[in-house]
T-cell receptor, first 116, second 112 residues
Framework: GAGVSQSPSNKVTEKGKDVELRCDPI?????LYWYRQSLGQGLEFLIYFQGNSAPDKSGLPSDRFSAERTGGSVSTLTIQRTQQEDSAVYLC??????????????FGPGTRLTVL | AQSVTQLGSHVSVSEGALVLLRCNYS??????LFWYVQYPNQGLQLLLKYTSAATLVKGINGFEAEFKKSETSFHLTKPSAHMSDAAEYFCAVAGANSKLTFGKGITLSVRP
């Protein structure tokens, strides 16, 4: 079956613009995660969605970052007023359900964001 | 809280040589540990995971890892490196809500 897909694969934007990054999880997966991969900080957790529960936003670096998940499937990560330090690869992952901390997360190919 | 330490950023081995990538963890609860591989311009792919069953875990592509509680380690090994193993390798520990805390990653180069 299809894996996790993300779009766009690359995004170049100017400082101060807003951007939206999209993630389509594996069908039937109820848990969805966003991570950021940057040269300086490595791989960092951003936000987690599980079903209809309130999302875990504990990893979002500032209030310029927000995310939503519509219908328990597709998710959009929005970055407002982008800054150069937002340049990174944004990875989305999904898992079947959080039966425990042993669940395998399946990752998408990522969106490479460059802020000029 | 959880954390992962991967010492060194780059390992180079000859084709056919043993691969050893080190990972040490810190966890306030019994750990669930993962190794992921990332090929250039791709997402992360799971190699193997430790979930408190067997301490020696076998994964894909001939990789295995041994959980050693006394050493708080989960080192990744492969007896014989292939050119196709060249990639970046990440060790991770799962925390609350299964969110992963990753190490800095190690780039593996394989010399012909």
């Amino acid at each position: 079956g299809a894996g996790v897909s993300q779009s766009p694969s690359n995004k170049v934007t100017e400082k101060g613009k807003d951007v939206e990054l999209r993630c389509d999880p594996i069908s039937g997966h109820t848990a969805l995660y966003w991570y950021r991969q940057s040269l300086g900080q490595g791989l960092e957790f951003l936000i987690y969605f599980q079903g209809n529960s309130a999302p875990d936003k504990s990893g979002l670096p500032s209030d310029r970052f927000s995310a939503e998940r519509t219908g328990g499937s597709v998710s959009t990560l929005t970055i407002q007023r982008t800054q150069q330090e937002d340049s990174a690869v944004y990875l989305c992952a999904s898992s079947v359900k959080p039966s425990g901390r042993s669940d395998t997360q399946y990752f998408g190919p990522g969106t490479r964001l460059t802020v000029l | 809280a959880q954390s992962v330490t991967q010492l060194g950023s780059h390992v180079s081995v000859s084709e056919g040589a043993l691969v050893l990538l080190r990972c040490n963890y810190s966890s306030s609860v019994p750990p669930y540990l993962f190794w992921y591989v990332q090929y250039p311009n791709q997402g992360l792919q799971l190699l193997l995971k430790y979930t408190s069953a067997a301490t020696l875990v076998k994964g894909i592509n001939g990789f295995e890892a041994e959980f050693k509680k006394s050493e708080t380690s989960f080192h990744l090994t492969k007896p014989s490196a292939h050119m196709s193993d060249a990639a970046e390798y990440f060790c991770a520990v799962a925390g609350a809500n299964s969110k992963l805390t990753f190490g800095k990653g190690i780039t593996l180069s394989v010399r012909p």
